[in-house]
């Protein structure tokens, strides 16, 4: 093969390695939704709007769940003390599995005033999918539990999906964990955390793996260039 053949041949390899990359970065879809939570008190009936983002990042053969509030829900009558409050909720999945996975998270760090909405911690949990295909996450029943009580709080404006994920089921199946009726799952409150990141930053790193390539492509073809010049 010709000078001219090997570095038009290895250029062309490299930047099809580069493609190639790009077009293996999962497909991905999120947004912000509003939901019409419709909640039972120890005190009566409330309602509330809360936009909720749910974001998922790739997590050895699942992905990590990230559930958040962008505004308040409920209220207490009384103050709630440090650690007085705890959280959890359902995800309804849909699309290419079905079931529910039940997210959790720490307790309030600190005192929540009386009559004020209460905030509620990202909630987050692992989800390992037992089918291949686009899945969707759109936010459930919340469940807020403070000093002996308990609070259900349940969407009553049909909401749409804050996520939707194209995913590929583990090999075996999943183990066994919360996630009820589809794919495997857990929730988690304590431990290391991950990065809440959303599912464009793995595009993002597949495709400055791709760059890499490409420029690894590159320099070698400098390299025989400056080899045939130096011949």
């Known amino acids: 093969m010709s ?17 190639a990359v790009l077009m293996a970065a999962p497909t991905a879809r999120a947004e912000v939704v509003d939901v019409n939570y419709q909640c039972k008190t120890p005190i009566g009936d409330k309602s509330a709007v809360s936009p909720i983002d749910i974001k998922g990042v790739r997590s050895g053969s699942g992905y990590r769940i990230t559930m958040s509030w962008q505004k308040g829900v409920s209220s ?13 909720a359902t995800i ?4 290419a599995d079905s079931g529910t996975l039940t997210v959790t998270g720490p307790a309030n760090d600190a005192a929540i005033p009386a009559n004020t909405p209460i905030k509620i911690n ?6 390992t999918p037992k089918k291949s295909g686009e899945v969707t996450f759109t936010a459930g ?4 539990k403070a000093l002996g009580t308990t609070t259900t709080c349940t969407p009553t404006n049909d909401p749409g999906p804050s996520l939707t994920l194209d995913v590929t089921a583990a090999s075996g199946g999943g183990a066994t964990g919360s996630t009820q ?22 595009a993002v790193a597949l495709g400055t793996l791709g760059g890499t390539v490409l420029l ?15 011949a």
């Open 122 to 127: 990202d909630l987050s949990g692992t989800y």
């Open 3 to 19: 000078y001219r053949n090997r570095t038009a041949a290895l250029a062309s390899a490299a930047a099809l390695a580069g493609s």
């Open 76 to 88: 207490s009558p009384v103050e709630l003390g440090k650690g007085a409050m705890t959280p959890s």
């Open 92 to 95: 309804d999945l849909g699309g």
């Open 181 to 202: 009726g589809g794919g495997s799952g857990s929730g988690s409150g304590s431990g290391a955390e991950l990065p809440q990141t959303g599912p464009e930053d793995s």
């Open 141 to 144: 029943v919340l469940t807020i």
């Open 216 to 230: 690894a492509g590159t320099a070698g073809a400098l390299w025989l260039t400056r080899r045939h010049q130096g």
